[in-house]
């Protein structure tokens, strides 16, 4: 009772903190794209290939510090518990803006990228594609990034876009465990 207080509570701060960042009229993106849009497609996790034309296993078996190695939601969610790692759960589609905005910014930023590839197991779902996992993650607008324990149990989300600087903040407070020892805006400050 008391860790589902705590995760409740974190959760909420988590919300509380983040709400503000990037979109906060997240139920209002697009219908579709937007026509003089460049943003490439999300390439699927299953179909994602090297850039440097690694075979796909060589590709999956160390991090990569040029992208985040995308996962599929099974497969991710198996690798970590294998792997005893925290999960980093992105729900997007490809006509939303903030998704596309977090692709162009967030997700290439050097630092998140080497982040995320060697303390988390990165998974992307396409909210259009795969709608019952994004129906049990209640997912109502995009893009939100979920926060999953190595045991698959859910630690907290964000929803909307979110800078980089911001990510990787909160990543490390999820990652060194410290939401459950202080709250985000006092790790935030001894960063």
Same mark, same amino acid.
Do not use: H
């Given at each position: ?81 294998? $792997?005893?790692?925290? @999960?980093? *759960? &992105? ?5 939303? =803006? ?6 162009? !910014? /967030?997700?290439?930023? $050097?630092?998140?990228? @080497?982040? *995320? &590839? ?5 998974? =992307? ?6 709608? !019952? /996992? ?58």
């Amino acid at each position: 009772m008391r860790n589902t207080l705590i995760r409740y509570m974190v959760t909420a701060l988590i919300l509380f903190l983040f709400a503000g960042c990037g979109s906060s009229e997240e139920t209002e993106l697009p219908a579709r794209p937007e026509a003089d849009s460049e943003a490439p497609a999300v390439p699927e996790s299953s179909q994602e290939r090297s850039l440097d034309g690694a075979a796909p296993d060589q590709e999956r078996n160390a991090p990569r510090a040029d992208r985040i190695v995308w996962r599929g939601y099974a497969e991710g969610m198996e690798l970590s518990r294998n $792997k005893e790692k925290k @999960v980093f *759960l &992105n729900f997007y589609a490809d006509w939303c =803006r903030y998704c596309k905005e977090m692709d162009q !910014k /967030t997700f290439k930023d $050097k630092a998140v990228i @080497v982040y *995320l &590839n060697d303390n988390f197991i990165p998974i =992307r779902v396409n909210s259009d594609k795969e709608p !019952k /996992t994004a129906s049990d993650y209640q997912v109502k607008g995009l893009p939100v990034s979920w926060f999953l324990s190595e045991k698959g149990e859910r630690i907290g989300s964000q929803p909307g876009y979110i800078p980089p600087d911001s990510l990787l903040t909160l990543l490390k407070y999820i990652e060194t465990d410290s939401y459950q020892k202080m709250k985000f805006t006092d790790f935030a400050k001894s960063m």
